[in-house]
């Protein structure tokens, strides 16, 4: 179905930033539901679409696993995905442990056209100063860790919908620090029986992250798979 509509794509929305290719489920699901390779469906929407970037989301030590790697794993795969068409790496750790994030990031940067995009995960309330283990000094100082380590684009990963839509702008304009970074924010539905509420959410923190003119924002449906930018 995603190769019969590829050409489509390409030609009707040039401008798109990028379009999301693998997440950890996805290439997971490809291989053992699908009994297709992940590598061939790289391959072959890359070919149907040659004037879009591809992005997937990179779970740092665990790339698209289940459990920490080796090194030369992980960059391997990296090296293996640039090469089979993939331009666009969204690093993260769930727990913002940013050594986690270093060999994948390093490994991207090694490759001559890909695109490092470091993701700082989202908690607690930055409008509540009771609520202060996760601050604005905190994302500040994420942030600015990220770009010694060679980022491209900051990405803010609000996965379990926690940012609200006054703390977006406040967040993302204060990460506007990092002079040289690219901001993003990523606000995902992660889960399906909060679909409502999550959606209504995502909504007022993208309008509201746009105000401090956050350069890129991607709302995705996780529960079915759906990412638009």
């Known amino acids: 179905?995603?190769?019969?509509?590829?050409?489509?794509?390409?030609?009707?929305?040039?401008?798109?930033?990028?379009?999301?290719?693998?997440?950890?489920?996805?290439?997971?699901?490809?291989?053992?539901?699908?009994?297709?390779?992940?590598?061939?469906?790289?391959?072959?929407?890359?070919?149907?679409?040659?004037?879009?970037?591809?992005?997937?989301?990179?779970?740092?030590?665990?790339?698209?696993?289940?459990?920490?790697?080796?090194?030369?794993?992980v960059s391997g795969f990296v090296k293996h995905s640039a090469e089979s068409g993939m331009d666009i790496f969204r690093i993260f750790d769930s727990l913002n442990y940013l050594p986690n994030m270093q060999v994948a990031m390093e490994a991207v940067r090694d490759q001559p056209y890909a695109i490092c995009e470091a993701a700082v995960c989202y908690t607690g309330d930055i409008d509540d100063p009771k609520r202060d283990k996760y601050s604005l000094k905190y994302y500040v100082a994420k942030a600015k860790e990220l770009e010694q380590m060679g980022a491209h684009i900051l990405a803010i990963k609000d996965m379990a919908g926690l940012c609200r839509p006054f703390a977006a702008p406040k967040l993302v304009k204060a990460l506007r620090v990092c002079d040289r970074l690219q901001k993003s924010l990523e606000a995902e539905q992660a889960d399906h029986a909060e679909t409502r509420k999550t959606l209504t959410s995502a909504l007022g923190e993208t309008i509201d992250a746009l105000n401090p003119s956050s350069s890129l924002v991607r709302q995705n449906q996780a529960a079915n798979g759906d990412s638009a930018e």
């Open 1 to 73: 179905d995603m190769l019969n509509i590829a050409s489509f794509v390409a030609q009707r929305t040039p401008n798109l930033f990028s379009l999301e290719m693998w997440g950890g489920a996805t290439f997971d699901t490809a291989m053992r539901f699908l009994k297709e390779s992940p590598w061939d469906r790289l391959r072959e929407l890359r070919e149907k679409i040659p004037n879009i970037c591809f992005q997937m989301l990179f779970r740092g030590s665990n790339a698209v696993g289940y459990s920490n790697y080796p090194d030369n794993v």
